[in-house]
């Protein structure tokens, strides 16, 4: 039924509830897991960044950090299952319109994510990201809550 899933992680603690979810679901169905993080440069931009191209740099810096530690937690408990293959990747972007692009790219049979990040605020239903990829993708998309 699903050969590849995505779990879009952004390293919150709803996100990594999706991680289990997802990894369970690739294993039971012999899937390979995509697991992208997105650096939303966007919100560097809104914040009237105003500087050289070092700058810059220097700013996204940790935020990349950030994106790769929260992929490479899927890649370590995928390991601890021995059967599920994990493809790690970060990339630049709106969240949602990136989540949506990869998931065309790579083909994905669903997607599994939190339904708030860092940012979500728990008195909504979904965190804005969550709600937009749902609503513009063409495939089945598993949304895990906080707790």
Known sequence: MYDTILIPTDGSDTAERAIDYGLDLARQYDATVYALSVIDVAE???V???GDR???EA???PLETEAKRAVTTVDERARRLDDVEVIT???EGAPDETIVAYADEIEADLIVMGTHGRRGLPRYLLGSTTERVVRTVDV???TVPVG
Request: hydrophobic content about 50%; proline content about 6%.
């Open 44 to 46: 560097l931009l809104e």
């Open 48 to 50: 009237d960044y105003v």
């Open 54 to 56: 070092d700058d810059f």
């Open 140 to 142: 089945p998309v598993l």
């Open 89 to 91: 990747v970060v990339r």
């Open 59 to 61: 700013t996204i810096e």
